[in-house]
Nanobody
């Protein structure tokens, strides 16, 4: 069983940057793709970015393309989400999750387990 723990979320001004981390326990982390989701109050979870098991292929939702960068360090069992040029609309709880496949998929049902989440708040 893989356990995921996010960190790095905080209050930041619009235009600022943050780097979220996702620490994974268990050797299975390196075998699967992973994703970063966010959920704003009253809204459904949204897949923000994903990366395949090897770290060679990435996906971004349109609203974050050019601003967010997903990466992973399989040697350290850690995933990252670098967020630049943050906007108030990026405010949400951010979760990392492991995909059941080695390749990227956008079906939320393919992602389990999820971490506990980290709050990102962007002030205007």
């Amino acid at each position: 069983q893989v356990h995921l723990a996010e960190s790095g979320g905080r209050l930041v001004q619009a235009g600022g940057s943050l780097k979220l981390s996702c620490a994974a326990s268990g050797r299975a982390f390196t075998e699967y793709a992973m994703g970063w989701f966010r959920q704003a109050p009253g809204k459904a979870p949204e897949l923000v970015a994903a990366i395949n098991a090897q770290g060679a292929d990435t996906y971004y939702t349109d609203s974050v393309k050019g601003r967010f960068t997903i990466s992973r360090d399989n040697a350290e069992n850690t995933g990252f989400l670098r967020m630049n040029s943050l906007k108030p609309g990026d405010t949400a709880v951010y979760y990392c999750a492991l995909n059941r496949h080695t390749v990227i998929t956008v079906d939320l049902d393919d992602y389990y387990p999820w971490g506990q989440g980290t709050q990102v708040t962007v002030s205007s």
